[in-house]
């Protein structure tokens, strides 16, 4: 069957639901999986999916699919992506398929796969479930089907795994995503005051897009933080693997600043820990993680990616500057916002002063959010390579292990291919505003040559 070769991304598959992710787009994903799963001789899959409007056809469609390979197939009905990778551990499953566009806005769907524990399909394994779903040779056989429900198992094993130390106000948003199934409860069960702001379930989104990288949604959740007297504001994307926070004087506080409360968390447990950060993340991370006795390791962004390095370097801890984090310490090393949510708190609750006090006491560099800049994925990853190529001429030292992290001007600016959409991922940092100006004039200027590229920016 002939797939939208696009849909096959650096880490997962992803598309418009009914044009490029059509039925039997599935059917033959679902199934070219099943057979990539027999032939490592695993004979047992999860499968779970997020609330948006095709995700329980799509995931009907996978159970009769991988049944039809002869897989063991374990339904977990509505879920959060963290949830379909804690239900694998459950049920000693190393196959693990959810059907969901993550944080991708209206009109997407998609799916994430997995292989063994804490770990999804990467390149040259996206690769091969494309050729195998084009090729129609499935393996066949009678499989099983059962459904186990979850939900309640997975927040009292999260409880179990972190501490709150004293009451506190949490406003929550999910901005009407799956995590408004599981969220709230979760919180007020840890011991929290919790007021709801867009906890309805809602598919269309109707506010913007579930995503805690996105200036608007956090904006949002800070004013509301604000309004309730909260303590701190919680942020979830739409399939609960990004977290986004606010102190509770409503000010946006990015991941690469609060990871850094994290790190320190998991180094007072774990003294020399290794942490792994992306190509994103501000230069103050890796500093202080140092300062507190921390390795800290700048790898590639993307969830399989991090996880990846993560488990080669025995690390504790990995974060993103999208809000993906990975604990190992004392969990399973999944990307889990729920459980980066307690844990925040946990340190949060340990402090006798408030959050925007604690977070003014960290190193600081002045830097523009993460921005996406429209152009076509056929030429983004041609655009990075020939950018990369000047910037290296021009005598800068670059960092190109994800697109080019360039350091000039105190600072840095950064450009690389978005895994997940059709769009370059642009961030600048520096010491000061003037130099952070400057940075993103030369990007400006680079960038503008090539008229692929929409100059118009978004948040990330």
Known sequence: ???????????????MEDKELTDDAIRAIASSYGTFLKKRGVSRVVIGHDN??????????GIESLKKTGMEVIGIGMCLTPMMYWAQYHFESKGGLMVTASHNPVGWNGVKLALGYSYTLIGPEVEEIKKVAESEEFATGEGTFREEPIGDLYVADLLSRAKLHKKLKILLNTANATSSFFSP?????FGCEVVEHNTDPDPSYPHYVPNPSNVEMMEDTGAMTVKSGANIGIAIDADGDRLGVTDEKGNIIWPDRWLILLARLVLERNPGAKIIFDVKVSEALPEDIAAHGGIPIMWKT???YIKEKLHEEKAHLAGEMSGHVFFVDNYYGFDD???AALKMLEYVSAQS???????????????TPAYHAHVDDHVKYDIVQKLTDEFKKEGHRVVDINGARVYMH???GLVRASSNLPALV???EAKTKEDMDQIEKIFREKLSRFPEVDMHWESA
């Not at 948006?52 to 469609?61: A, L, M, N």
């Open 1 to 15: 069957m002939k797939i939208d070769p696009t849909v096959f991304r650096e880490y997962d598959i992803r598309g």
């Open 52 to 61: 948006r409007k095709t995700s329980e056809r799509f995931y009907q469609i």
């Open 185 to 189: 409860k979760l919180l007020r069960d």
């Open 302 to 304: 993307g969830h399989s």
């Open 337 to 339: 916002a729920n459980f």
């Open 353 to 367: 002063e408030p959050l925007s006090a604690v977070i003014e006491k960290t190193p600081y560099y002045v830097a």
């Open 410 to 412: 105190g600072g840095w």
């Open 426 to 428: 642009i961030r600048f």
